[in-house]
């Protein structure tokens, strides 16, 4: 049971948008910055978004992200066949004075 | 160009100590900027933080291994280590190191492609 609660699954048709939900609380998402990880099958995850909706140089701007409160999302437009992958959230928790990871969304493009 | 190379035995016996280690180039382990970080993924499931070190030596260990872990930092070498003690078929794992960068808020900006360690006898 992970402490960042994302649906296990999403899906959408290419141009689609599609959004992934994160939820938490207030030892994590609540206080700190959240941050999102896409990973492409056999491959290493890469950051996508850091500090709530900032996108790292060569992410392209159809990734977005937002925070509110406890809870946290990233959107996807235009969605095309190398979005499918699996995508994490994470976030500095208090109570456990570390780092924490939701269980991760599989994203299929239909 | 920051990269990061995970290098360790990929067969560890039950009760026996995992040793990895992670070799950073492009930047130096001495930076205040960040953190040096392990972070591992069993197959088929999700991504599961293990710890971090500071260039001091300074540590934040996940609770649930804090017990088996120690990490530590070699600057002469621009490498940082991992070992967990007393290991079983859980700990069967990738393993990824990455660098945790201070900007807005702590993330992980570099990983390295990680190294598959099987728990077996």
């Known amino acids: 049971q992970s402490v960042l609660t994302q649906p296990p699954s999403a899906s959408g048709t290419p141009g689609q948008r599609v959004t992934i939900s994160c939820s938490g609380s207030?030892?994590?998402?609540?206080?700190?910055?959240l941050n999102w990880y896409q990973q492409l099958p056999g491959t290493a995850p890469k950051l996508l978004i850091f500090?709530?909706?900032q996108r790292p140089s060569g992410v392209p701007d159809r990734f977005s992200g937002s925070k509110s409160g406890t809870s946290a999302s990233l959107a996807i437009s235009g969605l095309q066949s190398e979005d499918e992958a699996d995508y994490y959230c994470?976030?500095?928790?208090?109570?456990?004075?570390?780092?924490?990871f939701g269980g991760g969304t599989r994203l299929t493009v239909l | 160009q920051v990269q990061l190379q995970e290098s360790g035995p990929g067969l560890v016996k039950p009760s026996q100590t995992l040793s990895l280690t992670c070799n950073v180039s492009?930047?130096?382990?001495?930076?205040?900027?960040?953190?040096w970080s392990w972070i591992r993924q069993p197959a088929g499931k999700g991504l599961e933080w293990i710890g971090r070190?500071?260039?001091?030596?300074?540590?934040y260990y996940n609770p649930s291994l804090k017990s088996r872990l120690t990490m530590s930092v070699d600057t002469s070498k621009n490498q940082f280590s991992l070992k967990l003690s007393s290991v079983t078929a859980a700990d069967t794992a990738v393993y990824y190191c990455?660098?945790?960068?201070?900007?807005?808020?702590?993330?992980?900006?570099?990983w390295g492609r990680g190294t598959l360690v099987t728990v077996s006898s």
């Open positions: 500090n709530n909706n």
């Open positions: 070190i500071y260039t001091t030596g300074y540590t």
């Open positions: 994470a976030a500095w928790d208090d109570s456990l004075n570390g780092r924490v």
């Open positions: 990455a660098r945790e960068e201070r900007g807005s808020g702590w993330y992980f900006d570099y």
């Open positions: 492009g930047d130096s382990i001495s930076s205040s900027d960040h953190y």
């Open positions: 207030s030892s994590n998402i609540g206080t700190y910055t």
